[in-house]
C-alpha cells in the first residue's frame, strides 16, 4: 500500500509540476504583451522587411484581436495579463468538461461492447456455433485495428455532412468518431472478458442449473463479477485510448473537429498551433534576429559594433526573452548611447530597426498563439498521464506491491 | 494486462484443435486474394497492377512493423535484466524488484502518455537541425528506415500495454506455487519464470506485429519526405484511399490484399506458437538453469 | 573435441570468435551505399498537396493532372511567355508540333513538323478532337474545335484574334493508337488512368516524357528519347504528393528537398530556402463563393433568390479581415498577392466598387435581417472546394467562418449562421456534392484563362457549366438566350455582361488568387524578354539541374 501511495506520489508531483510550469510561462506570456500594447500606435514595419507589410500600424489580425476581446469580457472587461490567464485557463476548463463528457461514456461503450461480444461468443460455443463465432472474432480482430475507424469515420461525416433534415448535437458526431478510435482496443478487452468468462465458467455452469435464461446469465455475470475486476480498468484504458488517439490526429489532421464549434481540448490545442503557424509562415519566423543580423553589416561606427553583437549574442542565444521588454529595452537604451557617434543613416536604420526589436504585431500574434499552443500541449499530456497514472496506481501497481 | 491467454487468439489449446488451428486464417486469405483478383477481373477500372502495388506497399510496413516488433523485444530484454538485477534472489521477487519495476512503469506511464505523432516530430526536428551534420555515406534509406522503426516505439501506450503485462503477468506467476518452491528443486525463480515469460511474448507477438502495422499511419504521414523517402505504407495509403475516393475498387482491393497477408502471418504465428506450446507442454523440459554458486538462501 | 595444437589452436580461436554483429552491420552498410550510389541520371522531384487519383489527360482535374500531361503529351502551340516585349499584352507562342504558325480568321492549316514530332498526322488531331469532344465538360470543348480536312478552326468566337485562336490550338495531342485498338482506347475519356495503364498512357502520347508508373501518391515520368549521360538535362521526372503542408515544409527544409513545389500558398513566405516563385499571370480565373440555386432547402432557397441577400453577403465577404488581408486594399494586396476584382470576373475590366466599412455594413445587415424576419436559425453551409487550400487555408477559412457570423449574427435578432465544411473525398465527390442540392454556398475558383465564353458559359442557363442553377427566374438578366447573344457579341457583349453581374451579384466575387509554384534555385529554365515571365512549364524538356550533394 505504501508503495502505491508513494508512487501516486511521484505521478501527482510530476503532474503537478508539468501543469505549474505551463501556467507560469503563459502568465510571463501576457506579462511581456501587456508592455507591448501600451505603445500600439505608430509602430511601422521597416524596410528591411521585403514585402510583409501586415495589417498596419499596431493592429493585431483580426482573429487575435477578437479573441482578445472575447478573453477580455469573459474575465469582466478587465483585459489584465491576470485576466486573461483566467480567461484561458476558464477556457480550458469548459473544454476539459466536454471532452470528458465525451470520452468517459466512450469508454464505457467499448467495455460494454467487448464485454457482448464475449458473453455472445460464450453463448455460441455452449450452442455449438463455436466454430463460427470463433470465425467472426477472428475476422474482427485480425485487421490492423486502426483500419476499424474507418467505417466510423465515414459514419460520422455521413452523418454531419449528408444528413440536411436533422441535425444531431455535434457532439453525436464525435462519440461516433471516438467509437471508431476505441475500436482498436476492444479487440484487447475482448480478449480479457473472455479471459474472466472463462475463470468463472463453474459460476456460470451453477447459476444455469437454476434455469434463469442465458441473457439474465450473463448480465448476472456482468454486475457480479466484470464490473468489480475487469470493468473499471478496461474503462479508464479505454478513455485514455481514446484521448491520445485524439491527441495524436489532432497534431496532424483532425478528421471532423470544425472551428466554430465547441471543441475538445486537443482540437483547440490544434487550432492554436495552426494560427501560430500561420502567422510564422505569412511573415517568416526569424524576423528579429534577422533584423540585427542586418545591422551587423554597418561599419561606419566603431562604437555600434560592440553593441550590436553583445545584443545579438543575448537575443539568439534565449529567444524567449527576446520577447521580454526590459531586455529588450535594455538593448534598445544600449544601442542608442552606442549611435551618439554615428552617422544619419546609420542612426535612422538603426532606430527603424529598433522599432522592430519592440515586438511588432505579428511577433504578438505568433508569441500569443505559440504560447497558446504550448500550453494546451502540455496541459493535454497532462491530461493523458492523470488517468493514465490513476490507472497504473490503482490497478496495475497491486501486482507489484505484493512481489 | 490479465490472464494467462492473453494473446493467443481465442480457441481452446485443447489437443483436438493443435492441428487445425492454422487452417481458418488460411481458407481466409486465400478467400481474400481470390476476391481482390475477382474485383480486378470483373471491375472496368481496376488493374492487375494494383495487386502489385498492394503487395509491395504491404512489404514495406510489414517489414517497418517487424523489425520495430525485433527491437521492441530487444528493449523488453533490456529492461528485463535490469529488472533482474534487482531481484534479491530469495523468496518471492523482493522489494527492490517491486520498486523498480514500479519506478519503470512510472516512467513509461509519462513516456506514453504523449502520442506518437510528438515523436514523430521530434525526429523530423532532428533531421532539420542535424542536415549537414549526417555522414554522406549513411544512405538515405537507411536513415529513414531507422527513424520510423524508432518512432514506431513510440505507438501510443504499447510499451505500457505489453511491456507492463509481461511484468505483471510474470509477478502473477511468480506468486504460484510451483515457481515459488523452485529454488527446493534446485533451480531459481527466474529460470522457471523463463518459460511463461517466453509463452508470453510468444503470445503477444500477433497482437503486437498488428499493433504496430496499425501505427504505420502516423509514421507514414510524418515522415514522407523525411530523408528523401518517398513510398508510403499500406495502411496510410487504405486511410488516404477512403478519405479522397472513398469505398472504391482500389480501397477494397488493397484491404483485401493486406488482409489476406495479415491472415498468413496470423495463421503462421498460430502454427508456431501450437508447436512450441506442445513441446513445453509434451516433451523437453525447459531448462531451468540452477543459480550459479549454489542457492545461498536462508532455508525456509 | 580440438587438440590443442598451436596452428589450429589459432585457427579455432578465430572461428570461435563470434563474427559478430557489428562485422554484418557494417557490410550491409556498405553493401547499402554502394547500392545507392547515385547513377547517372538526373531526377527532377514535384512536390503537390493535391491528390489526383485519375491522370487522364483529356480529363485532368487537378493541377499536378495538368503538369504530367502537358509533360507527356504534345501540342501544336505553346505559350512560351507572358508579357513583356515589344507587345506587352501579346503573350509570346512557340511551335512544338505545327510547322506553320499563321492563324487567319482562328483557322490554322495543319503542316507538321517531323523533328519535332515525328510520325503526327490530321487523323490524330480527328482522333483527339474526337476524345476531347466526348468529355462534355472539358474546357477545349468551348472553342468548339473543328477539323475540316486540313484547316483546325476555332467555331466559337467566331473570327478569333490570333492570340485566342493559338491558345485555344494548345490543347494536349493524342495519337492514335494502331490498329486493332483495344475497346477501352475508343473512349479513352472515359478511362480512369491509375496504376497499371501506363502502357496505354505511352500508346496514345508522344510527349518528351513517358510514363513509368502512376501510384497512388507518385507518378513517375521517364524520357521517351535517351539523353546523353553528361547531359543535365532532367532524365526522370517524379511528382509527388504530400497529405500535409506541415511535412511538406519539413522535407522543403530537410536533406532531399524537392525541386519543384506547385501551389504553393500565396500568403506564404518563402523565406531563406532556395526557391523562386513563379506567378503564371495569364491563368486567368476568379475564387467564389457560389449561390446554389437547385439547393433543396426551401429556406435556403428563398434567401438566395433575394439580390439584396445577395448583395450583402457577397460585400460582406470583402469586408472580413480575412479577404482583405489575402486581396488586399483597392491596389492589390501585398501579403496576399490576391487581386481585388469587386464583382467581376475579369481581371482585364475589374468592377471598381467603394468596399464598404464593417461598421455601415453591420447596420445594413441588422436592418436587412429585421426586415426578412427569419424563422429559426438559418444554417448556410459553404462546401470548399478540394485545391483551395493553397488559398484559403484551413485557419482561413476558419477565420472567414468567425468573421462572417460575427457579422451575420447581430444581438437581438435571428440571424444566419455560415458553415465551411472542409473538403473530402476529392474532385469526384465535390462534384457529386456540388450539383446535389445539399449545399446552399459554394466555395470554389473558376479558371478561365482569359478566356470571357468561359466565364460567361459559367452563368448560361442550360450549358453544361452552369452547374450552379442560374437561370432567369432566380436571377434577372439572365435567359439563355441573352446571354447567348452576349457571347456571340464581342467585346461589347462581354461588357454588357459584366455589367449585369455586377448589378445582380449571380455568385460573390472574392478576387484572384493566381497560384504560385516554387522552383528550385538549382534548376536552369529558359528564360524570357525583359519584363516578360515564363510561363511555368515552358520548355520543361531543356530544363537542366545543376548536380550537387546533398542539398541545402
Known amino acids: 500500500m505504501r508503495g502505491r501511495l508513494t508512487l501516486a506520489g511521484l505521478l501527482a508531483l510530476a503532474a503537478l509540476v508539468a501543469v505549474a510550469t505551463a501556467e507560469r510561462r503563459l502568465q510571463a506570456t501576457f506579462e511581456a504583451l501587456s508592455h507591448f500594447e501600451e505603445s500600439p500606435a505608430g509602430t511601422q514595419e521597416p524596410d528591411l522587411f521585403d514585402g510583409a507589410q501586415g495589417e498596419g500600424a499596431g493592429t493585431l489580425s483580426g482573429a487575435t484581436a477578437r479573441w482578445r476581446d472575447e478573453l477580455d469580457r469573459s474575465d469582466g472587461g478587465g483585459g489584465t495579463p491576470a485576466g486573461r490567464w483566467r480567461a484561458v485557463n476558464g477556457q480550458y476548463l469548459r473544454q476539459l468538461g466536454l471532452t470528458l463528457l465525451l470520452v468517459v461514456p466512450v469508454g464505457a461503450a467499448l467495455s460494454l461492447a467487448a464485454y457482448v461480444l464475449a458473453a455472445a461468443t460464450e453463448w455460441a460455443e455452449r450452442e455449438g456455433w463455436g466454430g463460427a463465432a470463433r470465425l467472426l472474432v477472428a475476422s474482427f480482430e485480425a485487421p490492423p485495428y486502426i483500419l476499424w475507424s474507418i467505417p466510423f469515420l465515414m459514419l460520422a461525416l455521413w452523418l454531419r455532412r449528408d444528413l440536411t433534415w436533422f441535425e444531431a448535437p455535434y457532439g453525436v458526431y464525435l462519440v461516433v468518431v471516438f467509437l471508431g478510435f476505441g475500436a482498436f482496443v476492444v479487440s484487447m478487452f475482448f480478449r480479457q472478458c473472455r479471459e474472466q468468462i472463462r475463470l468463472c465458467r463453474p459460476l456460470l455452469d451453477s447459476e444455469a442449473l437454476t434455469g434463469i435464461g442465458e441473457v439474465r446469465l450473463f448480465a448476472r455475470l456482468f454486475r457480479l463479477q466484470i464490473t468489480r475486476s475487469v470493468l473499471p480498468r478496461q474503462w479508464l484504458y479505454g478513455a485514455v485510448f481514446v484521448m491520445l488517439f485524439d491527441f495524436s490526429f489532432c497534431v496532424v489532421d483532425p478528421p471532423v473537429h470544425e472551428r466554430s464549434m465547441p471543441l475538445t481540448v486537443f482540437a483547440q490545442g490544434y487550432f492554436h498551433r495552426l494560427q501560430a503557424d500561420d502567422v510564422l509562415r505569412t511573415y517568416g519566423p526569424d524576423r528579429e534576429v534577422r533584423a540585427i543580423a542586418d545591422l551587423e553589416r554597418l561599419a561606419d561606427c566603431e562604437t555600434l559594433g560592440p553593441a550590436l553583437s553583445q545584443g545579438t549574442r543575448a537575443l539568439v542565444a534565449r529567444p524567449y526573452l527576446a520577447f521580454d521588454s526590459r531586455l529588450t529595452s535594455a538593448l534598445a537604451e544600449e544601442l542608442e548611447r552606442a549611435l551618439a557617434d554615428c552617422g544619419e543613416e546609420t542612426r535612422g536604420l538603426v532606430e527603424r530597426a529598433l522599432v522592430s526589436i519592440r515586438l511588432s504585431a505579428v511577433d504578438q500574434d505568433a508569441l500569443l498563439f505559440g504560447e497558446l499552443s504550448r500550453f494546451y500541449a502540455w496541459l493535454n499530456w497532462c491530461l493523458v498521464f492523470v488517468p493514465f497514472g490513476a490507472l497504473f496506481v490503482l490497478f496495475d501497481a497491486r501486482a507489484l506491491q505484493d512481489a | 494486462m490479465t490472464g494467462r491467454s492473453e494473446g493467443r487468439p481465442p480457441g481452446l489449446p485443447s489437443r483436438r484443435w493443435l492441428g487445425r488451428r492454422g487452417v481458418a486464417p488460411l481458407a481466409a486469405a486465400f478467400l481474400a486474394m481470390v476476391l481482390a483478383a475477382s474485383i480486378v477481373v470483373i471491375s472496368p477500372d481496376a488493374h492487375a497492377a494494383w495487386l502489385w502495388e498492394a503487395l509491395q506497399r504491404t512489404a514495406r510496413s510489414l517489414a517497418q512493423a517487424t523489425i520495430a516488433l525485433v527491437l521492441f523485444l530487444l528493449l523488453v530484454g533490456c529492461l528485463i535484466a535490469v529488472l533482474k538485477a534487482m531481484y534479491a534472489g530469495c523468496g518471492g521477487l523482493g522489494p527492490r524488484f517491486g520498486t523498480a519495476a514500479g519506478l519503470l512503469l512510472a516512467v513509461i506511464v509519462g513516456l506514453n502518455s504523449a502520442p506518437i505523432v510528438v515523436y514523430v516530430q521530434a525526429l523530423r526536428s532532428l533531421e532539420r537541425e542535424l542536415g549537414d551534420s549526417i555522414p554522406a555515406a549513411l544512405p538515405l534509406w537507411f536513415l529513414h528506415g531507422a527513424s520510423v522503426v524508432v518512432a514506431l516505439l513510440a505507438a501510443n501506450a504499447m510499451i505500457y500495454y505489453f511491456f507492463g503485462g509481461f511484468v505483471s503477468t510474470l509477478l502473477q506467476e511468480s506468486r504460484k506455487l510451483y515457481v515459488a518452491s523452485a529454488r527446493f528443486k534446485g533451480s531459481t525463480l527466474p529460470g522457471y519464470l523463463a518459460e511463461r515469460g517466453q509463452m508470453y511474448l510468444l503470445g503477444i507477438l500477433g497482437p503486437l506485429l498488428v499493433y504496430l502495422l496499425s501505427f504505420t499511419v502516423f509514421t507514414d504521414l510524418g515522415l514522407k519526405g523525411a530523408f528523401g523517402a518517398d513510398e508510403t505504407g499500406i495502411v496510410q495509403t487504405l486511410f488516404q484511399s477512403s478519405r479522397e475516393e472513398g469505398m472504391s475498387d482500389r480501397f477494397v482491393v488493397f484491404l483485401l490484399v493486406l488482409m489476406s497477408i495479415v491472415l498468413l502471418i496470423w495463421a503462421g504465428l498460430d502454427v508456431a506458437s501450437t508447436a512450441l506450446e506442445r513441446r513445453f507442454r509434451e516433451g523437453r523440459r525447459p531448462t531451468r538453469r540452477p543459480e550459479k554458486g549454489g542457492t545461498a538462501c536462508a532455508a525456509g | 573435441m580440438l587438440r590443442s595444437r598451436p596452428g589450429r589452436d589459432a585457427r579455432t580461436r578465430w572461428r570461435r570468435t563470434?563474427?559478430?554483429?557489428?562485422?554484418?552491420?557494417?557490410?550491409?552498410?556498405?553493401?547499402?551505399?554502394?547500392?545507392?550510389?547515385?547513377?547517372?541520371?538526373?531526377?527532377?522531384?514535384?512536390?503537390?498537396?493535391?491528390?489526383?487519383?485519375?491522370?487522364?489527360?483529356?480529363?485532368?482535374?487537378?493541377?499536378?493532372?495538368?503538369?504530367?500531361?502537358?509533360?507527356?503529351?504534345?501540342?501544336?502551340?505553346?505559350?512560351?511567355?507572358?508579357?513583356?516585349?515589344?507587345?506587352?499584352?501579346?503573350?509570346?507562342?512557340?511551335?512544338?508540333?505545327?510547322?506553320?504558325?499563321?492563324?487567319?480568321?482562328?483557322?490554322?492549316?495543319?503542316?507538321?513538323?517531323?523533328?519535332?514530332?515525328?510520325?503526327?498526322?490530321?487523323?490524330?488531331?480527328?482522333?483527339?478532337?474526337?476524345?476531347?469532344?466526348?468529355?462534355?465538360?472539358?474546357?477545349?470543348?468551348?472553342?468548339?474545335?473543328?477539323?475540316?480536312?486540313?484547316?483546325?478552326?476555332?467555331?466559337?468566337?467566331?473570327?478569333?484574334?490570333?492570340?485566342?485562336?493559338?491558345?485555344?490550338?494548345?490543347?494536349?495531342?493524342?495519337?492514335?493508337?494502331?490498329?486493332?485498338?483495344?475497346?477501352?482506347?475508343?473512349?479513352?475519356?472515359?478511362?480512369?488512368?491509375?496504376?497499371?495503364?501506363?502502357?496505354?498512357?505511352?500508346?496514345?502520347?508522344?510527349?518528351?516524357?513517358?510514363?513509368?508508373?502512376?501510384?497512388?501518391?507518385?507518378?513517375?515520368?521517364?524520357?521517351?528519347?535517351?539523353?546523353?549521360?553528361?547531359?543535365?538535362?532532367?532524365?526522370?521526372?517524379?511528382?509527388?504528393?504530400?497529405?500535409?503542408?506541415?511535412?511538406?515544409?519539413?522535407?522543403?527544409?530537410?536533406?532531399?528537398?524537392?525541386?519543384?513545389?506547385?501551389?504553393?500558398?500565396?500568403?506564404?513566405?518563402?523565406?531563406?530556402?532556395?526557391?523562386?516563385?513563379?506567378?503564371?499571370?495569364?491563368?486567368?480565373?476568379?475564387?467564389?463563393?457560389?449561390?446554389?440555386?437547385?439547393?433543396?432547402?426551401?429556406?435556403?432557397?428563398?434567401?438566395?433568390?433575394?439580390?439584396?441577400?445577395?448583395?450583402?453577403?457577397?460585400?460582406?465577404?470583402?469586408?472580413?479581415?480575412?479577404?482583405?488581408?489575402?486581396?488586399?486594399?483597392?491596389?492589390?494586396?501585398?501579403?496576399?498577392?490576391?487581386?481585388?476584382?469587386?464583382?467581376?470576373?475579369?481581371?482585364?475590366?475589374?468592377?471598381?466598387?467603394?468596399?464598404?466599412?464593417?461598421?455601415?455594413?453591420?447596420?445594413?445587415?441588422?436592418?436587412?435581417?429585421?426586415?426578412?424576419?427569419?424563422?429559426?436559425?438559418?444554417?448556410?453551409?459553404?462546401?470548399?472546394?478540394?485545391?483551395?487550400?493553397?488559398?484559403?487555408?484551413?485557419?482561413?477559412?476558419?477565420?472567414?467562418?468567425?468573421?462572417?457570423?460575427?457579422?451575420?449574427?447581430?444581438?437581438?435578432?435571428?440571424?444566419?449562421?455560415?458553415?465551411?465544411?472542409?473538403?473530402?473525398?476529392?474532385?469526384?465527390?465535390?462534384?457529386?456534392?456540388?450539383?446535389?442540392?445539399?449545399?446552399?454556398?459554394?466555395?470554389?475558383?473558376?479558371?478561365?484563362?482569359?478566356?470571357?465564353?468561359?466565364?460567361?458559359?459559367?452563368?448560361?442557363?442550360?450549358?453544361?457549366?452552369?452547374?450552379?442553377?442560374?437561370?432567369?427566374?432566380?436571377?434577372?438578366?439572365?435567359?439563355?438566350?441573352?446571354?447567348?447573344?452576349?457571347?456571340?457579341?464581342?467585346?461589347?457583349?462581354?461588357?454588357?455582361?459584366?455589367?449585369?453581374?455586377?448589378?445582380?451579384?449571380?455568385?460573390?466575387?472574392?478576387?484572384?488568387?493566381?497560384?504560385?509554384?516554387?522552383?528550385?534555385?538549382?534548376?536552369?529554365?529558359?528564360?524570357?524578354?525583359?519584363?516578360?515571365?515564363?510561363?511555368?512549364?515552358?520548355?520543361?524538356?531543356?530544363?537542366?539541374?545543376?548536380?550537387?550533394?546533398?542539398?541545402?
Open chain 3, 18 to 552: 563470434p563474427v559478430g554483429a557489428p562485422t554484418i552491420v557494417l557490410s550491409v552498410l556498405l553493401v547499402g551505399v554502394a547500392v545507392s550510389l547515385p547513377g547517372q541520371e538526373v531526377t527532377l522531384t514535384v512536390a503537390t498537396t493535391e491528390y489526383t487519383a485519375d491522370w487522364n489527360p483529356i480529363s485532368a482535374s487537378t493541377y499536378p493532372a495538368q503538369l504530367v500531361t502537358r509533360l507527356v503529351t504534345e501540342s501544336l502551340f505553346e505559350k512560351t511567355c507572358e508579357g513583356g516585349g515589344s507587345s506587352e499584352t501579346q503573350p509570346l507562342f512557340a511551335n512544338v508540333c505545327s510547322a506553320a504558325s499563321g492563324v487567319e480568321a482562328g483557322a490554322l492549316r495543319l503542316r507538321f513538323d517531323p523533328q519535332r514530332c515525328p510520325g503526327i498526322g490530321v487523323s490524330d488531331v480527328a482522333y483527339t478532337l474526337e476524345q476531347i469532344r466526348g468529355l462534355r465538360r472539358n474546357e477545349y470543348n468551348l472553342y468548339n474545335l473543328a477539323l475540316s480536312g486540313e484547316v483546325l478552326e476555332v467555331g466559337r468566337p467566331r473570327q478569333p484574334d490570333e492570340w485566342v485562336a493559338k491558345t485555344a490550338f494548345c490543347f494536349p495531342l493524342l495519337r492514335r493508337p494502331g490498329s486493332p485498338a483495344p475497346s477501352e482506347v475508343g473512349r479513352l475519356f472515359e478511362t480512369k488512368m491509375t496504376t497499371g495503364t501506363e502502357n496505354l498512357y505511352n500508346r496514345v502520347t508522344n510527349g518528351p516524357f513517358k510514363v513509368e508508373k502512376i501510384s497512388s501518391d507518385f507518378v513517375n515520368l521517364s524520357r521517351r528519347t535517351g539523353t546523353n549521360a553528361t547531359d543535365r538535362r532532367v532524365d526522370r521526372v517524379s511528382v509527388q504528393y504530400y497529405p500535409l503542408f506541415r511535412t511538406l515544409q519539413d522535407t522543403m527544409d530537410g536533406m532531399n528537398p524537392p525541386d519543384v513545389v506547385l501551389s504553393w500558398p500565396l500568403r506564404w513566405e518563402v523565406g531563406s530556402r532556395p526557391y523562386q516563385p513563379r506567378k503564371p499571370e495569364d491563368l486567368g480565373s476568379f475564387t467564389y463563393v457560389g449561390f446554389n440555386f437547385k439547393v433543396s432547402e426551401p429556406a435556403s432557397q428563398q434567401l438566395l433568390q433575394l439580390r439584396r441577400f445577395r448583395e450583402l453577403f457577397t460585400k460582406s465577404l470583402w469586408a472580413t479581415r480575412t479577404v482583405q488581408q489575402q486581396v488586399g486594399g483597392k491596389d492589390g494586396g501585398e501579403v496576399g498577392a490576391g487581386i481585388f476584382l469587386g464583382e467581376s470576373f475579369d481581371s482585364g475590366s475589374p468592377a471598381v466598387v467603394d468596399r464598404p466599412e464593417e461598421a455601415q455594413l453591420r447596420v445594413a445587415v441588422r436592418s436587412f435581417l429585421q426586415d426578412e424576419a427569419l424563422g429559426q436559425g438559418v444554417r448556410l453551409r459553404v462546401l470548399v472546394a478540394p485545391g483551395l487550400e493553397s488559398i484559403l487555408d484551413r485557419s482561413d477559412r476558419a477565420n472567414l467562418e468567425e468573421d462572417l457570423n460575427s457579422l451575420w449574427q447581430p444581438e437581438g435578432v435571428k440571424g444566419i449562421r455560415f458553415e465551411m465544411l472542409d473538403p473530402v473525398g476529392g474532385p469526384n465527390r465535390f462534384m457529386a456534392d456540388r450539383q446535389s442540392g445539399r449545399y446552399p454556398l459554394i466555395l470554389d475558383t473558376f479558371i478561365h484563362r482569359g478566356n470571357h465564353l468561359a466565364y460567361m458559359a459559367f452563368l448560361q442557363p442550360g450549358n453544361e457549366l452552369n452547374d450552379l442553377g442560374v437561370s432567369e427566374k432566380v436571377v434577372k438578366g439572365f435567359s439563355r438566350a441573352e446571354v447567348g447573344r452576349m457571347m456571340e457579341a464581342g467585346p461589347k457583349g462581354v461588357v454588357e455582361f459584366l455589367g449585369l453581374v455586377e448589378r445582380e451579384y449571380p455568385v460573390a466575387v472574392i478576387g484572384e488568387f493566381p497560384t504560385r509554384d516554387l522552383v528550385s534555385n538549382r534548376l536552369k529554365t529558359p528564360g524570357c524578354g525583359p519584363g516578360a515571365q515564363p510561363m511555368p512549364f515552358a520548355g520543361f524538356e531543356t530544363w537542366e539541374k545543376v548536380a550537387g550533394d546533398r542539398p541545402k
